[in-house]
């Protein structure tokens, strides 16, 4: 087991790390601030991250339609892009679990086995990889309602789900415990589904929006300011619930936290 690697000194492990960052296609077009703080974040670890400028949708939307011939069309091209990295670096569970468990329409070469292996989500990156000890430049004092997809916990692990037994953990809290001022606030049912699901929440829209705001209104009744997430698909459908809505409620990417801003 390698030791945690400190914020205030770039080892040698660090500087031959070539991460490769995986932007998602609804990121780069609605939420640029939230790749930008990606790759600020990683910078500050010394790591010597690459954007591919060729790279598109990773094929989660057309896999879940059961589009395989325009998938695996997306995933060869993904492949490509990211084959040469140590480390593929993506701030959302739902792509990164796409690439890491679903890339099945493809001949699975020798590329395509490394580039499985080596996507990570930006969390458990930082928790897992780096195991980050801190974030000395980062301040929110704020009362934060946390949520963690369904694909970060039931499809990477990164967090306990409850339906299994066992000891509690969840490697986003611990993350955002080295914030200052932060301050986590408890909810009835973490784990459950927002309701946004991809192509769910076209097919059965009535469904999802309920679902949507069941999940605002409990962030809501625990005094929450900003709902926090790894994954910008379930704060953007919550948001958007919130705003119809008019409840009061802000929401951000954990990335931006943890890089100090801008908010």
């Given at each position: 087991?390698?030791s945690p690697?400190?914020?205030?000194?770039?080892?040698?492990i660090?500087k031959?790390?070539?991460v490769?960052?995986?932007?998602?296609?609804?990121?780069?077009?609605?939420f640029?601030?939230?790749?930008i703080?990606?790759?600020?974040l990683l910078?500050r670890?010394?790591?010597d991250?690459h954007?591919?400028?060729n790279q598109?949708c990773?094929?989660?939307p057309?896999?879940?339609?059961?589009?395989?011939?325009n998938a695996a069309?997306a995933?060869?091209l993904?492949v490509r892009n990211f084959?040469?990295?140590d480390?593929?670096v993506?701030p959302?569970?739902?792509?990164v679990?796409?690439?890491?468990c679903?890339?099945?329409?493809?001949?699975q070469?020798d590329d395509?086995?490394?580039?499985?292996?080596?996507?990570?989500?930006?969390?458990e990156?930082?928790h897992?990889?780096?195991?980050?000890d801190?974030?000395?430049w980062?301040?929110?004092?704020?009362?934060?309602?946390?949520h963690?997809?369904?694909?970060?916990i039931r499809?990477?692990?990164?967090a306990?789900?409850?339906?299994?037994?066992?000891?509690?953990?969840d490697?986003?809290a611990s993350?955002?415990?080295?914030?200052k001022?932060?301050?986590?606030v408890?909810?009835?049912?973490p784990?459950d589904?927002?309701g946004?699901?991809?192509t769910?929440?076209?097919?059965?829209?009535a469904v999802s929006?309920r679902?949507?705001?069941?999940?605002?209104h409990d962030?809501?009744?625990?005094?929450a300011?900003y709902?926090?997430?790894?994954d910008?698909s379930?704060l953007m459908?919550?948001?958007?619930?919130?705003r119809?809505?008019?409840l009061?409620?802000?929401?951000?990417?954990?990335?931006?936290v943890l890089?100090?801003?801008?908010f």
């Amino acid at each position: 087991m390698t030791s945690p690697i400190s914020v205030t000194n770039s080892s040698t492990i660090q500087k031959r790390l070539r991460v490769g960052l995986f932007i998602p296609c609804y990121i780069d077009m609605i939420f640029p601030e939230v790749g930008i703080a990606t790759l600020q974040l990683l910078e500050r670890f010394g790591l010597d991250v690459h954007f591919p400028l060729n790279q598109t949708c990773c094929g989660q939307p057309m896999s879940n339609s059961g589009d395989e011939a325009n998938a695996a069309a997306a995933e060869n091209l993904f492949v490509r892009n990211f084959r040469s990295y140590d480390y593929i670096v993506g701030p959302a569970g739902s792509c990164v679990k796409q690439v890491r468990c679903h890339f099945d329409t493809i001949e699975q070469t020798d590329d395509v086995r490394h580039v499985r292996q080596h996507t990570y989500e930006l969390v458990e990156f930082l928790h897992d990889i780096l195991q980050v000890d801190s974030f000395p430049w980062a301040e929110f004092r704020q009362s934060v309602a946390l949520h963690n997809s369904c694909s970060s916990i039931r499809g990477l692990g990164i967090a306990k789900p409850s339906e299994i037994m066992g000891e509690p953990f969840d490697k986003t809290a611990s993350l955002l415990s080295k914030v200052k001022g932060l301050v986590i606030v408890p909810v009835d049912r973490p784990d459950d589904c927002c309701g946004f699901g991809g192509t769910f929440c076209i097919t059965d829209e009535a469904v999802s929006a309920r679902m949507g705001l069941d999940k605002v209104h409990d962030h809501l009744r625990h005094g929450a300011e900003y709902v926090v997430s790894p994954d910008m698909s379930c704060l953007m459908h919550q948001q958007g619930i919130a705003r119809r809505a008019d409840l009061d409620l802000k929401y951000i990417h954990v990335a931006q936290v943890l890089n100090g801003g801008p908010f």
